[in-house]
Protein backbone atom coordinates (compact mmCIF):
# COMPACT_ATOMS: atom_id res chain seq x y z
CA UNK A 1 0.00 0.00 0.00
CA UNK A 2 1.17 3.35 -0.85
CA UNK A 3 0.73 6.08 1.38
CA UNK A 4 -1.18 9.32 0.12
CA UNK A 5 0.30 12.90 0.78
CA UNK A 6 -1.36 12.90 4.28
CA UNK A 7 0.63 9.80 5.06
CA UNK A 8 -2.66 7.52 5.60
CA UNK A 9 -2.80 4.39 3.60
CA UNK A 10 -5.23 4.60 0.07
CA UNK A 11 -7.16 1.89 1.32
CA UNK A 12 -8.65 3.70 4.22
CA UNK A 13 -9.36 6.99 2.35
CA UNK A 14 -11.74 5.53 -0.19
CA UNK A 15 -13.84 3.98 2.43
CA UNK A 16 -13.91 7.60 4.28
CA UNK A 17 -15.55 9.54 1.34
CA UNK A 18 -19.00 9.91 1.66
CA UNK A 19 -20.68 8.53 -1.11
CA UNK A 20 -24.85 9.83 -2.05
CA UNK A 21 -27.07 7.89 -3.70
CA UNK A 22 -29.96 10.38 -6.06
CA UNK A 23 -33.06 9.13 -7.29
CA UNK A 24 -35.48 10.33 -9.74
CA UNK A 25 -38.20 9.81 -11.98
CA UNK A 26 -37.81 10.66 -15.66
CA UNK A 27 -40.45 11.10 -18.33
CA UNK A 28 -39.66 11.40 -21.63
CA UNK A 29 -41.25 12.76 -25.17
CA UNK A 30 -39.39 11.90 -27.92
CA UNK A 31 -40.82 12.89 -31.47
CA UNK A 32 -39.25 10.24 -34.11
CA UNK A 33 -39.98 10.25 -38.23
CA UNK A 34 -39.88 7.15 -39.79
CA UNK A 35 -39.26 7.31 -43.20
CA UNK A 36 -38.30 5.60 -47.10
CA UNK A 37 -35.02 7.16 -46.48
CA UNK A 38 -31.66 7.08 -45.08
CA UNK A 39 -31.44 6.97 -41.96
CA UNK A 40 -34.70 5.18 -41.52
CA UNK A 41 -35.64 6.60 -38.44
CA UNK A 42 -34.51 10.52 -37.46
CA UNK A 43 -35.06 11.46 -33.63
CA UNK A 44 -36.49 15.17 -34.39
CA UNK A 45 -37.52 16.34 -30.79
CA UNK A 46 -36.68 15.04 -27.14
CA UNK A 47 -38.58 16.50 -24.21
CA UNK A 48 -37.62 15.06 -20.50
CA UNK A 49 -38.77 15.90 -17.46
CA UNK A 50 -37.65 15.31 -13.83
CA UNK A 51 -39.62 14.69 -10.81
CA UNK A 52 -39.90 12.74 -7.34
CA UNK A 53 -36.55 13.70 -6.83
CA UNK A 54 -34.44 12.42 -3.61
CA UNK A 55 -31.33 11.81 -2.05
CA UNK A 56 -29.50 9.56 0.51
CA UNK A 57 -26.29 8.35 1.72
CA UNK A 58 -25.03 5.16 -0.30
CA UNK A 59 -22.40 4.40 2.43
CA UNK A 60 -22.26 4.53 6.19
CA UNK A 61 -19.95 8.15 5.73
CA UNK A 62 -22.34 9.55 3.32
CA UNK A 63 -25.35 8.50 5.98
CA UNK A 64 -23.82 10.09 8.72
CA UNK A 65 -22.73 13.55 6.71
CA UNK A 66 -26.70 13.43 4.95
CA UNK A 67 -27.91 13.14 8.84
CA UNK A 68 -25.63 15.47 10.04
CA UNK A 69 -26.05 18.01 7.66
CA UNK A 70 -29.68 17.68 7.79
CA UNK A 71 -29.19 18.60 11.82
CA UNK A 72 -27.63 21.15 11.01
CA UNK A 73 -29.72 22.61 8.23
CA UNK A 74 -33.21 21.23 9.80
CA UNK A 75 -33.46 19.07 7.27
CA UNK A 76 -32.78 21.59 4.31
CA UNK A 77 -29.82 19.74 2.96
CA UNK A 78 -31.47 16.97 1.44
CA UNK A 79 -34.90 19.03 1.01
CA UNK A 80 -32.54 21.71 -0.77
CA UNK A 81 -30.99 19.09 -3.05
CA UNK A 82 -34.39 17.25 -4.24
CA UNK A 83 -36.45 20.44 -4.66
CA UNK A 84 -33.74 21.85 -7.14
CA UNK A 85 -33.94 18.21 -9.52
CA UNK A 86 -38.09 18.55 -9.08
CA UNK A 87 -38.00 22.00 -10.15
CA UNK A 88 -35.08 21.75 -12.60
CA UNK A 89 -36.75 23.13 -15.96
CA UNK A 90 -37.36 20.97 -18.34
CA UNK A 91 -34.42 19.17 -20.52
CA UNK A 92 -35.26 19.89 -23.90
CA UNK A 93 -32.99 18.75 -26.81
CA UNK A 94 -33.77 19.78 -30.59
CA UNK A 95 -31.60 17.43 -32.60
Known amino acids: MR???AGSPLV???YADPAFRVGFDI???VMA???NTEPPVR???INAVISIANVHGANATGTITETVA???TKGRFSAEIAARMNNFPDLR???
Open 70 to 72: DLL
Open 12 to 14: FVS
Open 3 to 5: PDT
Open 27 to 29: TAD
Open 43 to 45: IDN
Open 93 to 95: LKV
Open 33 to 35: TVA
